[in-house]
């Protein structure tokens, strides 16, 4: 098992920045892969990034390329997701998941409460 809860999250301006982190419990994350996703209202959760065990592989969806970082630090049990140049758009509840690799949702065995992140246009 893995808990993981999210902080962070939070209002911001267009063009601000935020820094999403999940911290994991129960077992070391070095032995899972970790993901964020996010749901709009009225939306289906939609992948955002997943970084692999090692942190080698990371993958973004194509909306947040450039702007979205992914980091892990395995030491702390950590995940991070640092979101630049925010847009409108990407207002979501975001969530930390975990054990899982691609971008459907059903891939991954634990998931986080979530945090909001509001982006004023």
């Known amino acids: 098992q893995v808990q993981l809860v999210e902080s962070g999250g939070g209002l911001v301006q267009a063009g601000g920045s935020l820094r999403l982190s999940c911290a994991a419990s129960g077992r070391p994350i070095s032995s899972v892969n970790m993901g964020w996703f996010r749901q709009a209202p009225g939306k289906e959760r939609e992948f955002v990034a997943v970084i692999s065990m090692s942190g080698v592989r990371i993958y973004y969806t194509d909306s947040v390329k450039g702007r979205f970082t992914i980091s892990r630090d395995n030491a702390k049990n950590t995940v991070d997701l640092q979101m630049n140049s925010l847009k409108p758009e990407d207002t979501a509840v975001y969530y930390c998941?975990?054990?899982?690799?691609?971008?459907?949702?059903?891939?991954?065995?634990?998931w986080g409460q979530g945090t909001q992140v509001t982006v004023s246009s």
């Open positions: 998941a975990a054990g899982g690799w691609g971008t459907n949702p059903s891939g991954y065995d634990y």
